[in-house]
């Protein structure tokens, strides 16, 4: 096991910035943004907002998390999965169909979550929830990035 999968962030949040990527503060002070491991969001803006929204009653300002660091992107951000109440705030856009699986980086950074995410997905789709709702979705042209 790589010893960043073991790395856990105590953090407040300070704001949402879109529906995969938060500002969260650390007990030193400091200031982040984390883009959320294992997730994606189709380009439609629709569906942007849609995932913004639920990602801010989520997750409102001054909520307590816990940010399993998984990696950095390429602007510096911390890429991780955000934990409120020892659940998955990743996981749980998935399995209210407001997201999709990231499958490069579900494997990369979400290696031991993965089923749970692509069995979240997989539910979600049958059940026509969120974006599965009219079961046409399509990402770019069927390519899960």
């Known amino acids: ?14 704001g949402v910035v879109d529906g995969e990527t938060i500002k969260a503060k650390n007990n030193h002070g400091e200031t982040a943004t984390v883009k959320l491991a294992c ?3 189709p380009a439609q803006k629709y569906r942007r ?3 913004t929204q639920r990602l801010k ?10 940010i399993r660091f998984a990696d950095t992107s390429k602007n510096d951000q911390i890429v991780g999965e955000v934990f ?10 998935v399995k209210e169909g407001k997201v999709v ?6 494997e990369k950074d979400c290696y ?3 089923t749970q995410y692509l069995v979240a997905e997989a539910n979600a789709k049958q059940r026509g929830l969120g974006l599965w709702e009219k079961s046409r979705y399509v990402m770019d042209g069927n390519k899960n990035k």
């Open 101 to 106: 699986v990231h499958k490069a980086s579900v």
């Open 39 to 41: 997730i994606d969001i």
């Open 112 to 114: 031991e979550s993965r």
């Open 57 to 66: 009653q989520l997750l409102v300002q001054n909520s307590p998390v816990v």
């Open 1 to 14: 096991m790589d010893l960043t999968q073991l790395m856990l962030i105590l953090a407040t949040v300070v």
């Open 84 to 93: 409120l109440n020892n659940q998955s705030i990743n996981l749980q856009l």
């Open 49 to 51: 907002d849609a995932a």
